[in-house]
């Protein structure tokens, strides 16, 4: 059975989730976008990411066609109509239809797509390739993912599942995810030029209760010397970095601190599920 | 009437022209296009554009549905079913319908979409804003324009219809067409971090034949103190830059130099059409 899907105030199947190709997101990448999960029904880190979404929303200068309440209760109703016990939730929102192909709409293009999701919970670890990168507009979800993309055949020449971006000596962020560091047992995580997390911001929240924990720039040698690393994400909740490159992190185990916020997060997320 | 487009391999009314919102384009900004013209009936350059085409889709890893003769049969076709005097041709190929809304498909989605077009007659020159910005992969026409029309407001406030990009000091584009200076008679246009436009070419190979010309980095610093400035595109053919931010250049006249050179694109324009 196909997903339920919203498209401009209409609740349609997912194979009608068509756009006309006047949408600015595609001709121009003018868009953002917000990504969480429902577990059994409930959504997890909602507002956190109706949030980032309404705040990525006013940086773009995009008007957003429903409000708050409006929002909520379109998701909840689509988590209704896609029952999965897991279900992920991308909302998209774009320019609109441009007339001259360049300058936004009045009205945005917004779109929310719930779709069955999975772990990937073989994997321990990820393996990582290192890029220079720093992605233009940081701070904001946009659409624009060509260079990581571009560097897939790469990634999977040497069998990494993800890129870590660095620039001018300092890293900040995977593709999809933020990056932390563990140093005597200290987390730290890069402040600057990264977009801001909502399973970063939780793990900075309930991480502080038990570890020291520090927002500031990391430097590629201090990432390469750290004692564990890894990745917080939406889709990975609070996965290991095992490796980058050639470089093996924790002599290729899971680090305490690692594992003890992996525990975190979950306990996290009951609370709310 | 609407206008006849293509999609996929098949030819449309334009208000079909809608794809589904798994295409990779609109949901990582994964994809390339072009933009030429048809006078009379005429395709302007169009095998020029169809080299950078095909070229951008190679560097983007971007299989092409069909090959250049069926392509061209394609656009023919199209500029026989939209009869307008002046057709701006538009061609569009994307990452494809992606499974994980991250990985390009096996296919790409090809859209080609004619549209009447028109040069804004009444302007004799141009007024810019400077930004400090690099695009990403200067090399590709990709769908990546999130920080120029972001800039959109900043632009309207000073009354400035582009922008004019540069970095450390040395200046690359408009955000959608070349930059070329004179100086002393000398025509000067960025090698590096640009993308190599196809009126810039035809400039550059023409004006040789009564100019020196030369390609290589030019520092702000030359280009406020050139006697002329000009852009060179598509939809602009050669226009006069006569304001950067509160610079006026050739003390807000079109200059000797740029004026010969658009009097030879219109003669390179015509051999073609």
Redesign the interface.
């Known amino acids: 059975m196909q997903e339920t899907?919203y498209?401009n105030g209409e609740i349609l199947p997912a194979?009608q989730?068509?756009?006309?190709?006047?949408?600015?997101?595609?001709?121009?990448?003018?868009?953002i976008?917000d990504f969480f999960r429902a577990i059994d029904g409930k959504p997890i880190f909602m507002e956190d990411h109706l949030d980032r979404f309404e705040n990525s929303a006013r940086l773009?200068?995009l008007p957003i066609p429903e409000n708050r309440d409006t929002l909520r209760a379109i998701i909840l109703d689509l988590i209704i109509k896609n029952p999965h016990q897991l279900l992920g939730i991308?909302m998209?929102m774009?320019?609109g239809y441009s007339l001259d192909?360049?300058?936004?709409a009045e009205k945005s293009n917004l779109?929310i797509?719930p779709k069955p999701f999975s772990f990937k919970e073989s994997r321990q670890s990820m393996k990582l390739l290192s890029l220079e990168y720093q992605r233009?507009?940081p701070e904001i979800k946009?659409?624009?993912?060509?260079?990581p993309?571009?560097a897939?055949?790469k990634m999977k020449a040497i069998g990494a599942e993800d890129v870590i971006y660095h620039k001018d000596g300092f890293i900040s962020e995977l593709s999809?995810s933020n990056v932390f560091i563990v140093k005597n047992e200290k987390i730290i995580t890069p402040k600057e030029g990264v977009l801001y997390g909502i399973s970063r911001k939780h793990v900075l929240s309930f991480g502080k209760k038990q570890f020291e924990v520090e927002e500031r720039a990391v430097s590629m040698k201090e990432f390469y010397e750290a004692d564990e690393v890894f990745t917080t994400g939406s889709t990975k909740r609070v996965i290991a970095i095992g490796q980058v490159d050639n470089h093996i992190f924790s002599e290729g185990k899971i680090g305490k601190v690692t594992s003890k916020l992996q525990e975190l997060f979950l306990e996290e997320e009951k609370s709310y599920a």
Chains 1, 2 share one sequence.
């Open positions: 899907i498209l194979d989730a068509k756009i006309h190709v006047s949408d600015l997101g595609l001709l121009r990448g003018y868009g976008f773009m200068n991308k998209i774009t320019g192909g360049y300058t936004p779109i797509l233009e507009i946009t659409l624009n993912y060509a260079v993309i571009l897939i055949p999809r």
